[in-house]
């Protein structure tokens, strides 16, 4: 089965720049698995930050972007806030009807 | 406001079957363009789909999944379940329910139920 591959966790500044990517164990993730992400803090239900590649949902700030980057999709949180350390997943359409989430990358704001 | 309620026991004995309910307010299950899933978290770990169900029946299963796993879908009650059978303590995890837009060039699950622990113990 395929596997979905994602950072397990990365660390940026207050007001910095990261890049979170999710990827195939097999092969190039393109717009026709239709990367969304979603954002989780501790107990609570994820929440849609992006979907199709790069859509954002609504409500959610301009600092989030998704888009493809070589052969991943990826969220960049642009000005990262102490409030946007959260777990961060992926999903992607696997065909079928079949979905797959990455194992998530926890991102720490300090 | 379009909600979902995941509801049912929040202890299972081992070999026993999972049974949960999702309850929707404010739309129609039966709307069209939209598959109603189920997933799933077990304690400090990622998340996991389990499957989807449209209003009309049809179902997808993760095929890890398949041979324990039946969704279901009442429209006259505007809710649908999972059934899991023979639950193991691998199987204690937090179940979500979700809305999955599933149209042309469009696919994402939004909303998310709040969530409902499933512990599997004697």
């Known amino acids: 089965q395929t596997v979905v591959t994602q950072e397990p966790s990365f660390s940026v500044s207050p007001g910095g720049t990261v890049t979170l990517t999710c990827g195939l164990s097999?092969?190039?993730?393109?717009?026709?698995?239709?990367p969304g992400w979603y954002q989780q803090t501790p107990g609570q239900a994820p929440r849609t930050l992006i979907y199709n590649t790069n859509t954002r949902s609504s409500g959610v700030p301009d600092r989030f972007s998704g888009s493809i980057l070589g052969n991943k999709a990826a969220l960049t949180i642009t000005g990262a806030q102490a409030d946007d350390e959260s777990d961060y997943y992926c999903?992607?359409?696997?065909?079928?009807?079949?979905?797959?989430f990455g194992g998530g990358t926890k991102v720490t704001v300090l | 406001q379009l909600q979902l309620q995941e509801s049912g026991p929040g202890l299972v004995k081992p070999s026993e079957a999972l049974s949960l309910t999702c309850s929707v307010s404010?739309?129609?299950?039966?709307?069209?363009?939209?598959?109603w899933v189920w997933i799933r978290q077990p304690p400090g770990k990622g998340l996991e789909w389990i499957g989807s169900i449209f209003y009309s029946g049809s179902t997808y299963y993760n095929p890890s999944l398949k041979s324990r796993v039946t969704i279901s879908i009442d429209t006259s009650k505007n809710h649908f379940s999972l059934k899991l059978s023979s639950v193991t303590a691998a199987d204690t995890a937090v179940y979500y329910c979700?809305?999955?837009?599933?149209?042309?060039?469009?696919?994402?699950?939004?909303?998310w139920g709040q969530g409902t622990l499933v512990t599997v113990s004697s």
């Open positions: 999903a992607l359409y696997m065909g079928s009807g079949s979905w797959v």
């Open positions: 979700a809305r999955l837009t599933y149209a042309v060039a469009k696919r994402w699950f939004d909303p």
């Open positions: 097999s092969g190039s993730v393109s717009t026709n698995y239709y």
């Open positions: 404010g739309a129609s299950i039966s709307s069209g363009s939209y598959y």
